[in-house]
């Protein structure tokens, strides 16, 4: 029987997982996801840690680099200081996301090209439906999602007892939220997987330290793990690295004996994790982080929207330092930081990580516990979430505005399992003090609990089926189509170059803010840009308040007016003069250097 209940159980859980893929999948549509899985295709196929997404920023690092290191890489006898000719090296991305999804390419069959319209699951009714690789990718994150219902539930059962542990598992497995994650092909269930890692080796470490079993050396291994951990953690997501903070200070002060050795034991391992990386990223641009590392001052006065990623010719100086040398720079980023946490407090923290249940988590910060490794691990889950919201009020970045709750720089939401066993176990401490008339009532109480806390899940798997595509803008078929038009080694501009590298497989850089000085900078001194592709990203901003909103006669905006009062022809100035037909009528404009598109039908 207990064999059978298992199988029944896991027959379940698969059963969820098919029917929200059936109702909740959709294809990629963020930035951060698209670029992590085209970075992961060229690391499996050999081309190292390499980008077909071109960052202005980025060419200006590596210009820069090269140029200070009078390296002068040469293709032919052109010389290639923002190395546009040769393969690009990626300065925005930690490995560990990227090499795990290479190795998940290497053993599955991913199918780049599109699906033959025979193909009835990634097709409907002869249309494209589904990409195959965005629904591999998915399948594999709601793998991690549930080795980490699987953890929470060791977790529970370790701190807490059964029922706890039975009901956290499940009400972990109906948190919309946590599903949305699984199929947004982001990081965030490797992200989860790795802290919950964590917790446990800190619960086994202040165990070990209480009751001694393995003497000073086992200590020692755990506090190197721990370091470990958080620092695999800080690859795979930067801003996950600054949890070393609270490790570190957990293991200094529940440490008995030898705390500052046992805490900076910790410390050292994390820096060894990160040291060979952070080598890599100054090697190759001169800082520690690459891109990333002005993170800090984007979506600010000093840098709006995406404007510093899209500048070629950046006034950053030397160091990190050099940007906060003016008072505007501080007081924006000090207006950037107030705005994010009055957000942050409003919005995110009355329900942490997705849910209604951090209520019960914060209340029950007034109730002690027996058990001391319970108590302790609160104490430092309290720690991370305040480390955590100041450097999410610090990072938050444009890629928030885009995707508001599903993005990579939501940290709240990996504290979320801990969160919902620790409002469980409230809850029915709680439930215990009630006088039922008869026991049954109890199950009933616990179940409309359940319901009511898995109501959105619910809800998203009783709607009709949405459509899958996330269009406009981001049309797989259309994209690859477009893509496919170029030559592999050809270079694009667009508004969305990240889904022209994955979805076409073509290096795209990223539509600069200048239609005059920064575009022939790149046309005409490092590589020819062969083709222009604008979306609704573009074409759907308000004209003239942001498209003509500075410096009107070197904007996009003023191309985009010339275009439309030509009645759809290319300005002369504009050395791209051939437009695709019919494009233009459904939001989008590929331009081009030639008419391509008559020997894509002749073939």
């Not at 009751?211 to 020692?220: D, H, K, S, T, V």
């Not at 040291?275 to 890599?280: A, D, G, L, Q």
Request: charged letters at 15%; one cysteine or more; glycine letters at 6%.
């Amino acid at each position: 029987m207990r064999y059978l209940r298992s199988a029944a159980l896991v027959l379940a859980v698969l059963m969820l997982a098919v029917a929200y893929n059936f109702r909740g999948f959709k294809n990629m549509n963020t930035l951060e996801a698209m670029d992590a899985a085209q970075l992961a295709r060229n690391v499996s196929e050999g081309k190292g840690y390499t980008t077909l997404f071109i960052r202005p920023l980025s060419m200006y690092l590596v210009k820069k680099r090269n140029q200070e290191t009078k390296a002068v890489p040469t293709v032919g006898e052109v010389a290639d200081f923002s190395q546009l000719r040769t393969p690009h090296p990626d300065l925005a991305n930690p490995p560990v996301y990227p090499v795990v999804l290479a190795g998940l390419m290497k053993a599955l069959p991913f199918r780049y090209p599109l699906p033959e319209k025979t193909q009835a699951f990634w097709n409907l009714r002869g249309n494209f439906w589904r990409y195959q690789p965005d629904f591999l990718i998915a399948v594999f994150n709601q793998v991690l999602l549930l080795i980490a219902v699987a953890m929470v539930f060791f977790l529970a059962r370790r701190l807490f007892d059964r029922s706890v542990a039975w009901l956290s598992a499940l009400l972990m497995l109906g948190t919309d939220l946590l599903w949305r994650f699984s199929v947004s092909g982001l990081s965030t269930m490797l992200l989860l997987v790795i802290f919950l890692g964590l917790a446990w080796c800190l619960i086994v470490f202040e165990e070990e330290n209480r009751e001694p079993r393995g003497g000073m050396g086992r200590l020692f291994l755990l506090a190197a793990f721990a370091g470990l951990l958080t620092g695999v953690g800080g690859l795979t997501r930067y801003a996950f690295g600054w949890m070393i903070v609270p490790v570190a200070v957990f293991v200094l002060l529940i440490s008995s004996r030898r705390a500052v050795l046992l805490s900076l034991v910790s410390l050292l391992m994390f820096a060894a994790v990160l040291t060979p990386w952070i080598i890599r990223n100054l090697n190759v641009s001169g800082r520690a982080l690459g891109t990333a590392t002005y993170t800090i001052i984007e979506k600010t006065g000093a840098s709006p929207d995406f404007q510093l990623q899209r500048t070629l010719e950046a006034d950053l100086g030397d160091t990190l330092l050099d940007v906060f040398r003016t008072k505007d720079t501080l007081g924006a980023l000090r207006t950037k930081v107030q705005v994010n946490s009055l957000k942050m407090i409003q919005d995110d923290l009355p329900r942490l990580g997705g849910t209604w249940l951090a209520a019960f988590f914060l209340a029950g910060l007034l109730v002690p516990f027996r058990n001391p490794a319970t108590q302790r691990l609160r104490h430092f889950l309290l720690g991370a979430i305040a480390v955590a919201f100041v450097v999410q009020a610090f990072g938050k970045t444009q890629l928030s505005e885009d995707s508001p709750d599903i993005n990579t720089e939501n940290l709240l939401v990996l504290f979320g399992p801990l969160v919902i066993a620790y409002g469980v176990s409230l809850f029915l401490l709680i439930l215990d003090q009630v006088d039922f008339p008869f026991r049954e009532l109890r199950y009933v109480v616990i179940a409309l609990f359940a319901v009511l806390f898995s109501l959105p899940l619910i809800l998203t798997l009783l709607l009709p089926r949405p459509v899958p595509l996330t269009y406009p803008p981001y049309h797989p078929a259309i994209i690859q189509g477009i893509a496919n038009l170029m030559e592999p080694e050809e270079l694009t501009m667009s508004d969305m170059p990240w889904a022209v590298a994955w979805y076409g497989q073509r290096q795209s850089v990223w539509l600069t803010l200048s239609a005059q000085t920064d575009y022939f900078a790149i046309d005409s001194l490092q590589k020819p840009i062969k083709g222009l592709y604008l979306t609704q990203r573009t074409l759907d901003r308000k004209f003239h308040g942001e498209l003509l909103q500075s410096a009107p006669e070197s904007t996009w905006g003023a191309l985009l007016l010339d275009f439309i009062v030509n009645r759809q022809q290319v300005p002369p100035t504009f050395p791209l003069r051939s437009s695709m037909p019919g494009l233009f009528a459904s939001g989008q404009l590929f331009l081009t250097d030639r008419d391509r598109w008559r020997k894509s039908r002749e073939r």
